[in-house]
């Protein structure tokens, strides 16, 4: 685990830009897998701006959402189908054809996920996968708990997640109890994994992450025995990590 260490959310957005830009670059078909949360969303206007710029091309990524609620429309907007198109897709010369979001909407959802791993087993490994992190360790949105082997699945969300997702809904009553996501063992699939992290609310999450345990309480935890994952987090998301184990960037 490579930890660059940033000084801001601005800082964390672009160094992630570059980071994603590199690992895109000279491949035919690059496989993208994609997050939501405010965290990305820098990210995504820096890309948006490089793609504007003629910096990077997207006509040939095929990307992979890592989650989507259940029994929400891809109109609606609390969705994650209208987050991506409002924060990246409509914005950037991709080929719709080529986004992957796992449905939540359809009538059976186990052959869903079964569709989403056969998808992503047809052009992937993803290439690079962007994660945010919860503040009880999910990624995506496998919740404490989730075994290490999961494969994209049906998750009851965590009460701490809905009430943190509430922001986006009219009342906490709004926030769907279920969601499906890809599984830990699909993300660690990914040859290589970015977590981006930033503010103080995640500054005990980051250190879990770090130095912790290796538990299925902590999902995040898992990352630590990846071959190639980079966390970019700023001052405030590292103020429990000593500065000895990370990298100033
Ligand atoms: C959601 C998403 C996660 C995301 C997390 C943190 O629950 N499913 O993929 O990482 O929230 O969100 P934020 O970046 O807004 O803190």
Redesign the pocket.
């Known amino acids: 685990m490579e930890i660059l260490k940033v000084e801001n959310y601005d800082q964390m957005s672009e160094k992630a830009a570059d980071i994603v830009m590199e690992h895109l670059q000279g491949l035919d078909k690059p496989v993208l897998g994609l ?5 990305p969303e820098g990210l995504y206007r820096q890309l948006i701006k490089r793609n504007r710029a003629k910096e990077i091309s997207f006509q040939n990524v095929i990307t992979f959402n ?2 989507e609620y259940i029994g929400v429309k891809p109109e609606d907007k609390q969705s994650y189908h209208y987050y991506m198109n409002q924060h990246l897709f409509q914005h950037i010369d991709m080929d719709k054809r080529n986004v992957h979001i796992p449905n939540g909407t359809t009538r059976n959802e186990e052959e869903e996920c079964k569709l989403y791993e056969r998808q992503l087993m047809h052009v992937g490994p993803i290439d690079i996968q962007i ?4 503040v009880n360790g ?1 990624i ?2 496998n919740e404490p708990g989730t075994s290490f082997q999961s494969k994209t699945h049906v998750v009851e969300l965590a009460e701490s ?1 809905r009430l943190a ?1 509430s922001r986006y809904f009219n009342s906490l009553d709004e926030v769907p109890t279920k969601a499906i996501t890809m599984g830990i063992d699909t993300i660690m699939n990914s040859k290589t994994i970015l977590l981006l992290v930033s503010g103080e609310k995640k500054a005990a999450a980051v250190k879990k992450l770090i130095d912790g345990e290796i538990t299925e309480a902590f999902p995040a935890s898992i990352l630590q025995q990846h071959p190639k994952v980079y966390v970019i987090a700023d001052e405030a998301a590292l103020r429990e990590v000593p500065n000895r184990n990370v990298v100033h960037v």
């Open positions: 997050a939501t949360g405010s965290t890592l989650d994660l945010g992190i919860g999910h995506g949105f997640t997702n």
